[in-house]
């Protein structure tokens, strides 16, 4: 796949949403360990919202524009503060109806850059950013030209980082206070994120 | 005891909506309802001049919408009780207050009401609203010269609604205004402390419990621990052990001229604090400075909670200007002016 076309990501995202609703208990049941339990619910409803924006899109930047207010303003919590951010960073570097690889990669750097400014939390602090961080690296050093190879690139690394959580300490946020508890679980942020690269790869 | 049968509510879900009523009512003259949530000024300032915004959960009554008026705040934002307000509402108040000169964002250091105005900020931004946020983080509870990230916002935001609002009133920018602001945000201290907890009238519940006959210095805005507690010691001691503590973190000079407010949180009693402002001030000049400016006043409280917090700030000519001699009209804050 040498362009990803809009309707190919209307594709992504829906396959994205389906996927996080199979697995919002676990999500939920995660952060329970650590946080309020309510982690897979805030997932779905901030992913719920872009649907309609997303439907009616026609290209990239004004669709990823109109995705982030729809999560921020409908919305509230760290959950959908960091997903608007991300589309709303995607939204400043992408144009077009159509992106080639380095399209992409500027898209997805452009997104993690914009929740950079969002939170000081890094790789290694058991957050959704150990999922997020690697895959868009991942994205980064890839020379293929596929698209679909590239997002799957990104999956595989956010899956690793989703995984390797389980053994951190929470170093960020209210689980912070949790300290060694928080050991032996995956955090529910990265895992949720991991899963959203997966069904984006898997769409195409 | 349950929460409930300590208080005059009536369905809790609707408190907020009641309380602001109430209070617009009260104040018809200076402050209404500009949207859900949202108190404005009845006589609004022009245009041309900078809008200065704040916002925050309720249950802390006066604050912060008793500040809302001439000379002080043109905007509160509001939150259910001790809940920051969503970023929807918060960037609807901004849309209402877009002007050239630009709005000033006082956003107080709590992770869920920073959140908002991130959000806001950024969909403002992104519509060509001219805003700026100053961060207060006025708190000391996490450590004499901790980092500014981890001091949370206390009642010393509201001198300093007095200040950059009669700066903005005068006609000060944006960037002047954010200069002011945060030059009196390094020079401001407050410290509480409380001997019970307050509870959360929505469910019942008692945020920290505090021993009979213990108190605890550093406690925050909602009671949650601050990590020092000892045994209840005197109104002097406790005053003089505070004074300390602020001194430690501002470190003025002798002959500076300074600002001590006493805040209650709800169920101190006026008695008390000024028997509290009493030591505290005697310390303060005894110590060699110029107690300039004072206060005793709830004007940020929470439920139930007994204690108080003390905040000291070091003036400067143009804060003392601004608090002292500009007029403000707000509900809860008078100033005459010269």
């Not at chain 1, 004004?62 to 207010?69: A, H, I, K, P, Q």
């Not at chain 2, 877009?98 to 709005?103: Q, S, V």
Request: proline letters at 2%; charged letters at 20%; glycine letters at 10%.
């Amino acid at each position: 796949m040498e362009l990803l076309t809009i309707d190919a990501f209307k594709a992504m995202m829906s396959n994205a949403l389906a996927h996080v609703k199979l697995r919002e208990d676990e999500f939920s049941k995660l952060d329970a360990v650590i946080g309020d339990g309510d982690h897979g619910t805030a997932i779905v409803t901030a992913l719920s919202c872009v649907m309609n924006p997303l439907e009616n899109g026609t290209e990239f930047k004004s669709v990823l524009n109109d995705m982030g207010f729809a999560v921020m303003l409908q919305t509230s919590g760290s959950t959908s503060t960091l997903l608007g951010a991300f589309f709303l960073g995607m939204s400043d570097h992408a144009s077009g109806s159509s992106l080639d690889v380095n399209g992409v990669k500027a898209m997805f750097a452009g997104g993690l850059e914009n929740v950079q400014k969002q939170t000081k939390a890094q790789k290694g602090d058991k957050t959704m950013m150990d999922a997020l961080i690697p895959a868009v690296e991942a994205m980064q050093n890839s020379d293929t030209a596929d698209v679909k190879e590239l997002l799957l690139s990104a999956a595989d690394a956010a899956l690793k980082g989703a995984e390797d959580t389980v053994r951190m300490k929470a170093n960020f946020g209210r689980a912070r206070n949790y300290g060694e508890q928080s050991i032996g679980y995956a955090d529910s942020g990265a895992t949720s994120w991991s899963c959203m690269f997966a069904a984006f790869a898997e769409a195409l | 005891m349950s929460a409930n049968k300590i208080k005059f509510i009536n369905n809790p879900e609707n408190i907020t909506q009641e309380l602001l009523e109430g209070y617009v009512m009260a104040y018809k003259d200076k402050v209404a309802l500009g949207g859900e949530n949202i108190v404005v000024r009845v006589h609004p300032k022009s245009e041309d001049k900078v809008a200065i915004v704040t916002l925050g959960g309720s249950g802390h009554e006066p604050a912060l919408s008793g500040f809302v008026g001439e000379g002080m705040l043109d905007c509160s934002v509001v939150g259910d009780i001790f809940a920051a307000p969503g970023a929807q509402r918060l960037f609807q108040a901004l849309q209402m207050f877009k002007r050239e000169a630009g709005i000033l964002l006082v956003v107080l250091n709590h992770s869920g009401d920073v959140m908002s105005a991130n959000m806001a900020c950024q969909l403002a931004e992104r519509v060509g609203i001219k805003v700026k946020r100053l961060l207060t983080h006025d708190d000391i509870s996490a450590g004499i010269g901790a980092p500014k990230d981890d001091r949370r916002g206390l009642a010393g935001c509201v001198p300093l609604f007095k200040i950059i609002g009669a700066a903005a009133e005068e006609g000060k920018s944006l960037d002047e205004l954010l200069e002011i602001g945060e030059r009196f945000c390094d020079n401001v201290a407050t410290l509480a402390v409380a001997m019970r907890s307050c509870t959360h009238p929505q469910n019942n519940g008692i945020i920290t419990d505090l021993p009979e006959g213990i108190m605890e210095i550093g406690m925050g805005q909602h009671g949650e621990g601050g990590g020092g507690r000892q045994p209840l010691v005197s109104a002097d001691e406790t005053a003089s052990q505070m004074v300390d503590l602020l001194l430690q973190q501002l470190k003025p000079a002798a002959g500076d001229k300074l600002m001590l407010i006493i805040n209650g949180v709800g169920a101190t009693t006026h008695m008390e604090l000024n028997i509290i402002y009493r030591k505290s001030c005697l310390v303060l000049e005894e110590k060699g400075f110029d107690v300039a400016e004072g206060r005793i006043q709830e004007i940020l409280t929470v439920q139930e909670q007994a204690g108080f917090q003390m905040i000291i700030a070091r003036l400067d000519a143009d804060h003392i200007d601004y608090l002292k001699n500009k007029r403000a009209d707000a509900p809860y804050w008078v100033t005459i002016g010269k």
